[in-house]
């Protein structure tokens, strides 16, 4: 009996030992796996928070972490020559209206392992937002400059992109702004690369620009005339000129289109040309193209009651033509002015008809209810220059 209980004591201990031992290990185990866990979704949440979700190339926070790497490399090895090449896709805004967002992603998606097929291994292309792309050069004096792998970018991104149906392709062009050589900081380099791009884009777009000390300066001008056009149109320091239509075979003045100027009080006479750009990218075109069309109706009816009846013509921006109240624009203008609308010509540029043909074609329907001309202005200079 005696034996008998020894051995059920034994037994029990032996099994107790087993379950002890059977617990400390799945609690061993366990916490590694909960240790391993923890580990993966940390690297999952850090590759989020410095990668770009739609492309996964790296966003700006390590684009700027890497490229203050690449000045420190450069600050210590004189040989090596850093560089930054600032992409921007020429009419994204274009893409995504007439294709729809899903086509502009992934026309992105695209341009990302495009770029990223150019550079070296070492190199790096980030996507800072938008249809914004950097890629970050770290090369010896003896390698290629980074204006050749401009131009290769270039010729790759023209490259037609096929959409997941197959049946619609999509041709874009890119601009770049390159900065080269040392600098303080890290935002100091991509702002000079910024800068070379804004002279890209303002040159004509499809083509890379050197970032050069002048344009520090431009820059500088370009915002304080920003800064001044915000208040110029309440400040009254807009006025038309009046360039008269002559018929040609009885040599009498038809009609006159009207000329926006602006009187700047330091500046003196700023023409269009100089500041029409910087109020289209601010959006300020909308309310002093819609004083433009009011004035010139205004002059209209004023010359009409002293006997001078002619066609008044006004110039349309793109801008103008892309809002769904332009129309309304257009008629206020007429009711106030009272004023013939078969008397007034809205001229715009084809490229601006282009810029989304349906959209245009409805606006242009409602204009045309109103009994307004319309007239293509600068044909053959555009969209459809030969």
Not at 64 to 87: C, F, G, H, N, W
Not at 243 to 255: A, D, K, N, Y
Not at 361 to 374: A, M, N, Q, T, Y
Request: aromatic letters at 4%; proline letters at 3%.
């Amino acid at each position: 009996l005696v034996d008998g209980k020894a051995l059920t004591l034994l037994i029990g201990g032996i099994a107790l030992s087993a379950l002890l031992g059977l617990l400390v290990f799945l609690l061993g185990t366990g916490r590694a796996r909960a240790l391993a866990m923890v580990r993966e979704k940390t690297r999952e949440l850090s590759h989020q928070a410095l990668h770009d979700t739609l492309t996964g190339l790296p966003n700006r926070a390590l684009v700027l972490d890497r490229a203050e790497r690449m000045l420190s490399r450069a600050r210590r090895q004189p040989s090596i020559v850093p560089a930054v090449l600032y992409v921007d896709i020429d009419g994204f805004k274009h893409v995504n209206d007439s294709f729809g967002h899903a086509a502009g992603d992934q026309l992105l998606k695209v341009v990302g392992e495009r770029l990223r097929a150019v550079v070296r291994e070492h190199d790096t292309v980030g996507r800072l937002g938008g249809d914004e792309f950097v890629m970050l050069l770290e090369s010896a004096t003896r390698e290629a400059p980074p204006q050749l792998i401009a131009e290769r970018v270039i010729e790759v991104l023209r490259e037609p992109v096929a959409l997941d149906s197959g049946e619609t392709t999509i041709s874009s062009s890119v601009s770049i702004g390159i900065a080269i050589g040392h600098r303080e900081t890290a935002d100091e380099l991509l702002r000079d690369a910024d800068l070379a791009l804004y002279s890209a884009k303002a040159a004509g777009k499809d083509r890379a620009v050197l970032f050069e000390a002048d344009m520090q300066s431009s820059e500088e001008d370009r915002l304080a005339l920003e800064v001044d056009l915000g208040g110029a149109l309440q400040a009254g320091q807009f006025f038309l000129l009046y360039q008269p239509i002559f018929e040609l075979t009885s040599r009498s003045v038809i009609g006159v289109e009207a000329l926006i100027r602006w009187r700047h009080p330091e500046r003196g006479i700023i023409e269009p040309g100089d500041f029409i750009p910087l109020a289209e990218e601010t959006g300020r075109i909308v309310p002093i193209g819609r004083w433009v069309l009011e004035e010139a109706c205004r002059q209209a009816a004023d010359w009409g009651a002293r006997g001078r009846r002619i066609g008044m013509s006004v110039n349309v921006s793109a801008y103008q033509l892309d809002r769904d109240g332009f129309a309304e624009d257009v008629r206020r203008a007429l009711e106030r002015s009272g004023i013939d609308p078969s008397s007034l010509t809205l001229e715009i540029t084809e490229t601006a008809l282009m810029r989304d043909v349906p959209a245009a074609s409805e606006r242009l329907r409602e204009i045309k209810k109103l009994g307004v001309r319309i007239a293509i202005d600068d044909f053959g200079t555009g969209y459809s220059s030969l």
